[in-house]
């Protein structure tokens, strides 16, 4: 059996994948006639991030067939991970007794909560 680096060939495969153009973004100002175009999906990733850093509203319908707006504050993880990036400073290496919470776990918690957000609106909660 070769020895292949798992972490050379992964970290490999996922810029390969990053770079992709399969993702469609809406409200592009450049291509007004459609509302939608295709970007990378590193481009689409980082688009979210700054979404979330920014923060959103959003309108959903009830069960009931109402219109009810949602506002999405601003996240300060996001903020400091766009920051540190333009800034130009590395990721840290999170040490293992570190008990504070990763990019990931911020990202499935937030998921996590619209969901939960959007089943109590079915339910009529």
């Known amino acids: ?3 292949v680096n798992f972490q050379v060939v992964f970290n490999d495969k996922l810029r390969e994948i990053s770079t992709e153009v399969s993702e469609f973004i809406d409200n592009d100002p450049n ?3 459609s509302g939608k175009r295709m970007v990378s999906k590193s ?3 980082c ?3 700054f979404k979330m850093a920014l ?3 959003e309108n959903r319908e009830t069960k009931e067939g109402n219109i009810t707006k949602v506002v999405h504050n601003p996240e300060k993880w996001a903020i400091r991970e766009i ?3 333009v800034d130009g400073r590395t990721i840290a ?3 293992v007794e570190d008990n504070t919470a990763s990019i990931a776990d911020h990202i499935r918690d ?3 909560n619209l969901l939960n957000d959007m089943a109590k609106e079915t339910d009529g909660s």
């Open 1 to 3: 059996m070769p020895n």
């Open 31 to 33: 291509h007004p006639e």
């Open 43 to 45: 481009e689409a990733l």
């Open 47 to 49: 688009r979210s991030l």
């Open 55 to 57: 923060g959103w509203e």
């Open 83 to 85: 920051m540190d990036r």
């Open 93 to 95: 290496a999170v040490a």
């Open 110 to 112: 937030a998921a996590k």
